[in-house]
């Protein structure tokens, strides 16, 4: 007992106390859920047996009956359109932003803060702005687009099946843009001036610059602003029900609100779970993609 109050004092043990607090909490509030979810994907699990210790064992017939479903394809198809979609005008727009706001002109910093109220604001709240904003009626964006001659007509950016997973995205790429601004700007910043200034004495103009010198340096924070682009996408859920609730006919339907519906509106828990474990397995792939693009930065 002495000896592990002494260690308690010295440092050492509290270290250890302090790390296995959170790793029992890791273990209780995540471990336990993500084993418990993978079981009911290898049980027959309904209303009736959701509540019973013992269930039967089905195997794979969980995952075959999934990929059978008639919506499968079409949920797939969403899920990889909205992934991509987001991703690419999270990054492309952050990216943008950072370059902008680091050219260090009066006022950079305040207009850079404002852009992260989208980050900061709980996603049915934006899922709501955006409803409005996309009204085939009344929206805003109508009105700017017929202004702009890009449209004749009102576009019925939820309910039409052409373009309600767009309506998803445009609103993601929104929620999502401040955040890849941050970390790409941090990333920015962590290249030394003096390699632009060498490059412009050179002659290397402004292109050139970014191709050899910028690129380059934001190898490793471009590799993990992308890995948690796409972990923070397939997560995304508040957008769906604040705009289109999967419609019409599924189509704009991703694979994280098809597993809620699955078991919260079908009560097929089984089936819901066995989407979120194939779900799980590319968050984990987009988790180890994450680890190696910074394991440089960890162990430079």
Do not use: C
Not at 20 to 45: C, D, E, K, R, T
Not at 147 to 168: C, E, H, M, R, Y
Request: cysteine-free.
């Amino acid at each position: 007992m002495s000896r592990l109050l002494s260690s308690l004092r010295d440092g050492v043990g509290f270290d250890i106390l302090l790390v296995g607090a959170a790793l029992i909490f890791l273990l209780a509030l995540a471990g336990a859920p993500l084993v418990y979810n993978v079981l009911m994907s290898f049980q027959q699990v309904d209303m009736f047996t959701l509540g019973a210790l013992v269930r039967p064992f089905v195997g794979f017939d969980n995952y075959v009956a999934v990929v059978q479903q008639p919506e499968f394809w079409l949920v797939l198809r969403n899920t990889l359109v909205f992934v991509f979609g987001s991703m690419a005008g999270q990054f492309i727009l952050g990216f943008s932003l950072a370059l902008f706001f680091a050219q260090r002109f009066p006022g950079a910093a305040t207009i850079r803060g404002l852009f992260l109220v989208s980050w900061v604001m709980p996603g049915l709240v934006v899922g709501a702005i955006w409803s409005w904003i996309l009204a085939g009626d009344f929206g805003v964006l109508n009105v700017i687009l017929r202004g702009l001659g890009i449209i004749q007509s009102n576009i019925f950016w939820k309910s039409d099946p052409n373009f309600s997973i767009w309506a998803v995205i445009i609103a993601n790429i929104w929620l999502g843009l401040a955040f890849n601004m941050l970390l790409l700007s941090v990333g920015l910043a962590a290249i030394p001036r003096d390699l632009y200034e060498a490059a412009e004495l050179d002659g290397a103009n402004a292109l050139q610059r970014f191709w050899t010198i910028t690129l380059p340096m934001m190898r490793s924070t471009i590799g993990a602003v992308l890995s948690l682009g796409l972990i923070g996408t397939l997560q995304q859920f508040d957008l769906f029900p604040a705009l289109t609730e999967g419609g019409p006919a599924n189509t704009s339907n991703v694979a994280g609100f098809w597993s809620w519906q699955l078991s919260f509106q079908l009560y097929d828990f089984a089936k819901g779970a066995t989407v979120s474990v194939m779900m799980f397995l590319l968050v984990l792939f987009a988790s180890i993609l994450y680890v190696r693009s910074t394991r440089h930065e960890v162990r430079g």
